[in-house]
């Protein structure tokens, strides 16, 4: 059974910093890309940021610049640094992961970000 954490939300001011962890635990054999989605009210959720095994990253047009996503494979985490947030960014993020061959959501970590 594989499990996915998230921890580090919270409410910001605008302009203010965020850092977003997740960590896998379970019977992991294989864990290829790791990362960020998120949801506001009344929206879909929508993808943030993702980083493959060797380190590549992607991130939606809305975030670049501002928003740096990181892993470490010894300890099957992902974080998201989030800084300059805007209250567009607030959301309900979860954290995602391809690990053995599926894919697994954590239940999710709210960032309230005030004007």
């Known amino acids: 059974q594989v499990q996915l954490v998230e921890s580090g939300g919270g409410l910001v001011q605008a302009g203010g910093s965020l850092r977003l962890s997740c960590a896998a635990s379970g019977s992991i054999f294989n864990i290829n890309d790791m990362g960020w989605y998120r949801q506001s009210p009344g929206k879909r959720r929508e993808f943030v940021a993702t980083?493959?095994?060797?380190?590549?990253?992607n991130y939606v047009d809305s975030v670049q610049g501002r928003f740096t996503i990181s892993r470490d494979n010894a300890k099957n985490t992902v974080s998201l640094q989030m800084n300059s947030l805007k209250p567009e960014d607030t959301a309900v993020y979860y954290c995602w992961s391809a690990i053995n061959g599926m894919n697994y959501w954590g239940k999710g970590t709210l960032v309230n970000v005030s004007s």
């Open positions: 980083t493959t095994s060797g380190g590549s990253t």
